[in-house]
């Protein structure tokens, strides 16, 4: 049944519009780990905005920054002009997130989204070494401009572009075999193999862990392996962090444990602090090659999220956020346990890693249907997955205890429902 009436969007918005028809309601109102519609009806949020609201919605330290640069008539958009809220937002990042890790990388500002930071990692690679494929993974997904379309290994979203996209190699992501075929000494075969009709790729582009492609988890051993297959042959190594980091897995870089040190990442989503659209290309100072306006783009300087980032970094200054998030991601992660336990005949493994946890069901639908009981029971979640068969449990980091187990409780509610 409709909750609350959609018309207006059905009659006056695009048919691409989608998370709007599974949460069948007009949405107004939100405060960290909690929305409210027009009604007034209170839902708790296991969806964190596709992983922008790592802080919750309306995060009360990044808020007061805000309304007070607001007030004092702070610069709103400034291209890549100098301003102090970038200068500011520059100097935190290299203290509490570059310094102390040891990594030595420029900052650049791409354009407003994670897709503008893949698609700037794609040229930069191309132009630095000269060669043209980047080399992918089965299930990776990256972006829907063309050329980080064209490593996104989703079939359906593929499809949106309507005729054949760029040339791109996909390989084989961890697991993707199942656990005993070693992919990164196929991968190796089939470079070294000048009979393969593998070219040497400018880039390897990966996410640690596969958020819209099924929570599929690379190892931190493959990880450390991927990293050498590509320093020996002079293949840049692209870390898309765009969901994975700024904290998901439980440390600022989801590649923090595997202590590897990527060529270029890609940040996005939750950099931007309050859900404000802004994205980062970290690039080893060799690879920092583009001319003066080489690449430009008129939102590479959104100053309201250069603030409110800069607010969100003081997550980071020391352990205890980290530890904390760790300790709710357990929580999760238990509860999902029990729950495939407790109903054998719903076939459902749980995938995730840090606070992104999930079910895979053996049978696609029943990921749909949880998040449609779920929904039912004022949760929102989304699925994932080629066939949408995860369903994907990613709070904000910051969601209070109580509030977490009252969602789980309402998702074991779901589950069970299911499984009648
Ligand atoms: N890379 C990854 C890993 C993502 O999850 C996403 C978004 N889901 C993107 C890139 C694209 O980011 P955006 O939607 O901000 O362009």
Same mark, same amino acid.
């Given at each position: 049944?409709?909750?609350?009436?959609?018309?207006?969007?059905?009659?006056?918005?695009?048919?691409?519009?989608?998370?709007?028809?599974?949460?069948?309601?007009?949405?107004?109102?939100?405060?960290?780990?909690?929305?409210?519609?027009?009604?007034?009806?209170?839902?708790?949020?296991?969806?964190?905005?596709?992983?922008?609201?790592?802080?919750?919605?309306?995060?009360?330290?990044?808020?007061?920054?805000?309304?007070?640069?607001?007030?004092?008539?702070?610069?709103?958009?400034?291209?890549?002009?100098?301003?102090?809220?970038?200068?500011?937002?520059?100097?935190?990042?290299?203290?509490?997130?570059?310094?102390?890790?040891?990594?030595?990388?420029?900052?650049?500002?791409?354009?407003?989204?994670?897709?503008?930071?893949?698609?700037?990692?794609?040229?930069?690679?191309?132009?630095?070494?000269?060669?043209?494929?980047?080399?992918?993974?089965?299930?990776?997904?990256?972006?829907?401009?063309?050329?980080?379309?064209?490593?996104?290994?989703?079939?359906?979203?593929?499809?949106?572009?309507?005729?054949?996209?760029?040339?791109?190699?996909?390989?084989?992501?961890?697991?993707?075999?199942?656990?005993?075929?070693?992919?990164?000494?196929?991968?190796?075969?089939?470079?070294?193999?000048?009979?393969?009709?593998?070219?040497?790729?400018?880039?390897?582009?990966?996410?640690?862990?596969?958020?819209?492609?099924?929570?599929?988890?690379?190892?931190?051993?493959?990880?450390?392996?991927?990293?050498?297959?590509?320093?020996?042959?002079?293949?840049?190594?692209?870390?898309?962090?765009?969901?994975?980091?700024?904290?998901?897995?439980?440390?600022?870089?989801?590649?923090?444990?595997?202590?590897?040190?990527?060529?270029?990442?890609?940040?996005?989503?939750?950099?931007?602090?309050?859900?404000?659209?802004?994205?980062?290309?970290?690039?080893?100072?060799?690879?920092?090659?583009?001319?003066?306006?080489?690449?430009?783009?008129?939102?590479?300087?959104?100053? #309201?999220?250069?603030? =409110? *980032?800069?607010?969100?970094?003081?997550?980071? !200054? %020391?352990?205890?956020?980290?530890? +904390? &998030?760790?300790?709710?991601?357990?929580?999760?992660?238990?509860?999902?346990?029990?729950?495939?336990?407790?109903?054998?005949?719903?076939?459902?493994?749980?995938?995730?890693?840090?606070?992104?946890?999930?079910?895979?069901?053996?049978?696609?639908?029943?990921?749909? #249907?949880?998040?449609? =009981? *779920?929904?039912?029971?004022?949760?929102?979640? !989304? %699925?994932?997955?080629?066939?949408? +068969? &995860?369903?994907?449990?990613?709070?904000?980091?910051?969601?209070?205890?109580?509030?977490?187990?009252?969602?789980?409780?309402?998702?074991?509610?779901?589950?069970?429902?299911?499984?009648?």
């Amino acid at each position: 049944a409709e909750m609350t009436s959609l018309h207006v969007f059905e009659e006056l918005e695009s048919e691409v519009r989608s998370y709007c028809r599974s949460f069948r309601t007009v949405f107004s109102k939100a405060s960290n780990d909690k929305l409210w519609d027009v009604a007034g009806r209170e839902y708790i949020d296991f969806f964190a905005g596709a992983g922008a609201l790592n802080y919750g919605h309306n995060n009360e330290r990044i808020r007061q920054k805000l309304v007070q640069y607001l007030l004092e008539d702070g610069i709103t958009h400034s291209l890549d002009m100098a301003t102090k809220a970038k200068e500011d937002f520059l100097i935190r990042f290299q203290e509490v997130i570059l310094k102390p890790r040891g990594l030595q990388y420029k900052v650049m500002f791409p354009g407003p989204t994670g897709t503008n930071a893949v698609e700037s990692a794609m040229k930069i690679a191309r132009k630095v070494t000269g060669r043209e494929t980047v080399l992918c993974f089965t299930n990776a997904f990256h972006g829907m401009s063309l050329g980080s379309l064209s490593v996104t290994g989703n079939k359906f979203k593929r499809k949106g572009a309507g005729v054949a996209l760029n040339h791109s190699v996909f390989m084989p992501y961890d697991g993707y075999f199942g656990v005993d075929t070693d992919t990164v000494a196929y991968m190796e075969k089939l470079l070294d193999d000048p009979g393969s009709g593998v070219p040497l790729p400018a880039a390897v582009i990966v996410e640690t862990v596969q958020g819209e492609g099924g929570l599929n988890v690379a190892s931190v051993p493959w990880l450390k392996r991927l990293e050498k297959l590509c320093d020996q042959r002079g293949i840049l190594l692209i870390i898309d962090d765009v969901q994975m980091g700024c904290g998901r897995t439980g440390t600022f870089f989801s590649f923090d444990e595997a202590g590897i040190r990527p060529d270029i990442v890609c940040l996005s989503k939750s950099i931007g602090g309050y859900g404000l659209p802004m994205a980062l290309t970290l690039i080893k100072p060799e690879l920092d090659v583009w001319a003066p306006g080489e690449h430009n783009g008129t939102f590479r300087g959104n100053n #309201l999220a250069f603030i =409110a *980032a800069t607010e969100a970094l003081s997550y980071w !200054e %020391t352990d205890a956020f980290s530890v +904390e &998030v760790i300790r709710k991601a357990k929580r999760v992660r238990t509860f999902l346990e029990e729950q495939v336990k407790l109903y054998p005949q719903l076939q459902g493994e749980v995938r995730g890693k840090g606070f992104i946890q999930g079910i895979a069901f053996a049978d696609a639908k029943k990921a749909g #249907l949880l998040c449609e =009981a *779920a929904f039912k029971r004022r949760v929102i979640m !989304e %699925t994932s997955g080629p066939d949408s +068969e &995860v369903a994907k449990l990613m709070p904000p980091l910051t969601i209070d205890h109580e509030v977490l187990d009252l969602g789980l409780q309402r998702v074991s509610d779901s589950m069970k429902e299911l499984a009648a």
